[in-house]
């Protein structure tokens, strides 16, 4: 059994108020569905809103290959264990990303939304108690659902849970901003089940100093970084509608080179510091000027929070400043294409010359993965060494430091220097270490981890 809090449907409301399914679901719903699909596995994971729970109503929450559970929490309790626990506060938290004069703000509002994220939590354990047969494994994903792994030890002392963090995890001074118990808390619930995972050592380490440091006994623990499925890849980019979406983008480009970077709007993922370097190798290197194109494929995510919305604005205004800076009548130096259209960032993914993966902090970073496993441009990967799948592919990939901006942009001046006999060979031993871990690795380690154990 999967438990998460996305599933591998979601739905939107269409202009007549009918669910349709909707987009983009991020990384970790994308990576497993291929991976889960006939492989005889119930998926437990909520109804995230409106268009979800009519989805669930109409029956339309059905996948083949696949059992899917559906968690259906009441509106309110949602929204504060989704946004003010898991997303404002837990995010923040793994990803040390809080401004810390201002947030957060743990009084009694935050107190309430704990109890809500424990609620959830414990709907969670009840679903899957219920699902689940005699003795088994239960693969709990990310921050969402910290505490279940315990309380399904208590609840079913049959099953072995396995927790797999997809952040990266907080070191001991970020918990510590945490109030004591519910560090603690959140800890013990991770620590209830069989094992904890992560996808580098340096989040497995986070992890364990934060346990030595609240006192809590850590289970085994173990290192598995995920890896995207070349088949499945493969297929989508041959499909008929990623072939007419690339057309679209080689007519805009009109022969210019393409830096690209795929992300939700996410102040982890650092897209203001990409179009300010991008800015200043314009500056630097005017022969750029009129000849690249940084397409920024953003779409929005956890639009609930206030700081993803004033992320959003200050995003949409820096790739604007870049334009009206830099463009000229036949040529926008940043397209940023916030429509959520997935056949189109992934033809894109299939011909840039450059991808721009910059994050602050990021728990593994698939797009780095994905993108060099089906572009066919001898494209460079400009990669951040704080991306947790830097530690895989730091032999290939133009290491970026991203909090400088002068330094990201000379990597790009590099990257679009470079010779096509040295593209060519790099882009090949990239695809050659991506191909070294097949999403079944993912797996089997997880499952392995209950075995040995
Ligand atoms: C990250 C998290 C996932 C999450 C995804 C998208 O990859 O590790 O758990 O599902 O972001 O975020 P969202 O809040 O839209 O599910």
Redesign the pocket.
Known sequence: MVA???GPLSFALDESGKPVPAGS?????AALHPLLEDSGATWVACAMSDADRMATAEGLMTERGLRLVTVQPDPTTYRMAYDVVS?ATLWFVHHHLFDLARRPRLDHRWAVAWDAYRDLNASFAAAVADAAGEGATVLV??Y?LSLLPRMLAEKRPDLRAVHFT??PFADPSFLRVLPKAVARELLEGMTGGHAAGFHTRGWEQGFLACCADQGVEAPRTFVSPLAPDPDYLAERAASPRCVAAGRRIEEMLGGRRMVLRVD?VDPAKNLLRGFWAFDELLRARPEFRGEVVLMAMAYL??EGLPEYLAYGAEVEHAAQRVNDVWGTEDWDPVVLDVADDPDRSFAALTRYDVLLVNPLRD?LNLVAKEGPLVNTADGVLALSREAGSFAELRDQALEVNPFDVAGTAAVLGEALDMPADARAQRAAALRALVSERQPGDWLADNLGAVVDG
Request: net charge positive.
């Open positions: 998460s809090n996305r679901a991020g990384g970790l719903a997303n994903q990310d969402h997809h952040t939700r995510s956890r728990g």
